[in-house]
């Protein structure tokens, strides 16, 4: 890394890589524009490689570019790596991954797309089935829905380190198509904590799923949104059970 610490007041030439982000969020992007117009620059300077790539700073340089369009006097700071991003990517991504893990900057659909570019054909096939039939779900949930091992808790921390794995049988379809269709009915449906507390259920050998969705169904008007996976599955396995001959669920989460 050079020792030189450069700045400008024009708009500089930086390229955007396709690996750094899924997108950008307009949210942060006026956070440090009202920031920049508040001290005339940015705090953390901008990292970009030999060849003008940013490495880390997208944010940044798009607040900054957007401030001098606007005619603002704002300086941007930004620190030049010695190296060109085709000879060192393998580096380059390894300081992406450090610094978005240490600044917890990147959202779940980073990761994914960060290793989805990077080849992995786990992440591009979730990233697909997300664009392509199903948005209406959290990326989280959808991601614990499809991850081979599944066995509950949080998958974000698996996402960033890349040990997600996809995997797409006939009951984990029935699952994504009844919880998407009753996400369309009803948007309280893609919380979270419903879609753990089914997949909670659904480890319970006698589970029968198709049960769960037509006692939804019945009664969908009436239902009441939880707060959190546990008092969920205690609320559906209520449902689940009223009337019914067969063997009885018991929360498997406490419910607080």
Not at 174 to 196: E, T, V
Request: aromatic content about 12%.
């Amino acid at each position: 890394m050079s020792d030189k610490l450069f700045s400008t007041k024009s708009i500089p030439s930086f390229k955007f890589k396709d690996v750094n982000r899924y997108k950008f969020y307009p949210k942060n992007i006026e956070k440090i524009r009202h920031s920049m117009r508040r001290i005339g620059r940015n705090v953390t300077p901008v990292i970009v490689s030999s060849d003008n790539y940013i490495i880390d700073g997208q944010h940044r340089v798009k607040a900054f570019n957007m401030e001098v369009e606007n005619g603002s006097n704002v300086t941007l700071y930004y620190i030049k790596l010695k190296t060109k991003w085709d000879e060192s990517e393998t580096e380059f991504r390894d300081i992406l991954k450090t610094v978005n893990s240490e600044s917890v900057q990147w959202r779940i659909l980073d990761w994914i797309n960060f290793y989805a570019q990077g080849g992995n054909q786990n992440y591009i096939d979730l990233l697909n089935m997300w664009e392509n039939d199903y948005s209406n779900f959290n990326m989280t949930s959808l991601a614990q829905l499809t991850h081979s091992a599944y066995l509950g808790g949080n998958v974000t921390r698996l996402i960033q380190d890349g040990k997600y794995e996809y995997s797409l049988d006939v009951s984990t379809q029935y699952l994504l198509d009844q919880i998407s269709d009753l996400i369309d009915r009803k948007s309280f449906f893609a919380q979270r904590g419903f879609i753990a507390a089914v997949l909670a259920m659904r480890t319970n050998p006698t589970f029968d799923a198709k049960r769960l969705f037509k006692k939804i169904r019945s009664q969908i008007a009436t239902i009441i949104p939880q707060s959190g996976q546990g008092p969920w599955e205690a609320y559906l396995c209520e449902i689940y059970n009223k009337n019914h001959r067969g063997t009885r669920l018991k929360p498997r989460t406490k419910a607080y």
